[in-house]
């Protein structure tokens, strides 16, 4: 199976920083098939970035995806305090699909 | 607007079996794969199994395969996910969720129901 490796387990940063969130794979990962969510607390995921970069549908400017093979990575430009969630990767190239550990986003 | 509704969560005792459903409405079901997720408590995302928009096909974590099993019924815009020989380690807030069509992601979500397992 395709092993996620987040990191950092957790980010601590201000309103209007930038955050940088990466997922490593330990084996390829077609850039069709990596996705990134957002779950804030009591609530179901959401969908931000699919296909490595493309932003889901009502997805802010601000969330940008890139990458590719192994190493990939969520940005958050200008930090909101709406922001603070924990985040997800996923791969769906291969079964069994799986996500990664996540991380934590904290604003200060 | 997508809308997706699990029920069917409980306190279950090791061993036991418990049927999960998933009733979708405002889009074309039979025209999307679906999948179930799950989340211990306090704990990360884990996918659970994934089924085809007919039906034909299905796919399951190794944590889960031979217990769960997925299914749907596109006449009645209901997924499921029988749960079989339950373990203390499948308690989890379990979401179903739909694919994107395209298997890029999971593009809307059910608010979840509680499976506890426990004597």
């Known amino acids: 199976e395709v092993v996620l490796t987040q990191s950092p387990g957790t980010l601590s940063l201000s309103p209007g920083e930038r955050a940088t969130l990466s997922c490593r794979a330990s084996?390829?990962?077609?850039?069709?098939?990596l996705a990134w969510y957002q779950q804030k607390p009591g609530q179901a995921p959401r969908l931000l970035i699919f296909g490595t970069s493309s932003r889901a549908t009502g997805i802010s400017d601000r969330f940008s995806g890139s990458g590719s093979g192994t190493d990939f990575t969520l940005t958050i430009s200008r930090l909101e305090p709406e922001d603070c969630a924990v985040y997800y990767c996923?791969?769906?190239?291969?079964?069994?699909?799986?996500f990664g550990q996540g991380t934590r986003l904290e604003i200060k | 607007q997508v809308h997706l509704v699990e029920s069917g969560g409980g306190v279950v005792q090791p061993g036991r079996s418990l049927r999960l459903s998933c009733a979708a409405s405002s889009f074309t079901f039979n025209s999307y794969s679906m999948h179930w997720v799950r989340q211990a408590p306090g704990r990360g995302l884990e996918w659970v199994a994934v089924i085809s928009h007919d039906g034909t096909m299905e796919y399951y974590a190794d944590s889960v395969k031979g217990r769960f099993t997925i299914s749907r019924d596109n006449s009645m815009n209901t997924l499921y996910l029988q749960m079989n020989s339950l373990r203390a380690e499948d308690t989890a807030v379990y979401y179903c969720a739909r694919d994107d069509a395209e298997n890029l992601g999971l593009d809307y979500w059910g608010q979840g129901t509680l499976v506890t397992v426990s004597s």
């Open positions: 996923q791969q769906l190239d291969r079964s069994p699909i799986t």
């Open positions: 084996q390829n990962v077609g850039s069709n098939y």
